[in-house]
């Protein structure tokens, strides 16, 4: 008899409504090598909660003291046989256990393209407000590892849409989280996977619009391992 190989087990850490969760979890419920086999999550109030429940993912309330306590912390993550982690607007610093116990396999999404826009307080309608008064032509995405620091780990890929100099922040952010949408599984899918398929592919140069005045170099986009 043939064993089946175990599929890798992702975790997926947020606190808001969870629209990136959502398309985590819709990506992976038939895949066969990875799954998410849990949701924590730090807000009594989060909407991916719901995701949770409509997918039969566990679904864990985990605050600030409990991610304080490492042990409690590593020993849930244990019980759930979680191999990695995905932050999906997750607003809280990982403790630095997490970081090194879970070395290069903890990976975020940041709405911008860093290392511009990021750091303590640079998440969701903060960053889009930040850009659009930046009088810049080109926002995206980041998908990067996680440190010890807001937006300091090492990048993985980035994808930039043009924008118009000042343009509103809710236009801004619609651009944007359709780029999150689109790519953050995928890339999730193909880091744990098969990294090395990332490696300097092409994009379409139409994407690139306006970009290509503010950030020349982004004719290519990157996987850096």
């Avoid at 109030?45 to 490492?70: C, E, R």
């Avoid at 995405?141 to 043009?162: R, W």
């Avoid at 880091?191 to 020349?216: G, H, Q, V």
Wanted: include cysteine.
């Amino acid at each position: 008899m043939i064993s089946e190989t175990p599929k890798f087990r992702l975790a997926i850490f947020a606190s808001g409504g969870g629209s990136n969760a959502l398309k985590i979890l819709e990506y992976f419920e038939q895949h066969t090598a990875i799954e998410i086999s849990l949701i924590l999550y730090n807000n009594k109030s989060a909407g991916v909660i719901q995701h949770g429940l409509t997918f039969n993912v566990p679904t864990v309330y985990w605050n600030k003291t409990k991610m304080n306590d490492a042990k409690a912390t590593l020993s849930m993550l244990n019980y759930y046989h979680v191999d990695g982690i995905l932050l999906a607007g997750f607003l809280a610093l990982i403790p630095k256990y997490l970081v090194d116990h879970f070395n290069r396999k903890i990976l975020n999404i940041h709405p911008a393209l860093l290392p511009d826009f990021g750091g303590h307080g640079m998440y969701g309608h903060f960053v889009h407000e930040a850009v659009s008064a930046s009088g810049k032509l080109c926002s995206g995405i980041t998908i990067h590892l996680i440190d010890a620091e807001y937006d300091k780990g090492k990048i993985l890929f980035q994808y930039p849409v043009s924008i118009n100099a000042n343009e509103d922040p809710v236009s801004i952010q619609k651009k944007v989280l359709a780029l999150e949408h689109l790519y953050y599984a995928p890339i999730i899918e193909k880091y744990f996977m098969n990294p090395e398929s990332l490696l300097l592919e092409l994009i379409e140069k139409n994407a690139l619009l306006d970009c290509t005045i503010d950030i020349p170099n982004y004719s290519l986009f990157y996987l850096f391992i």
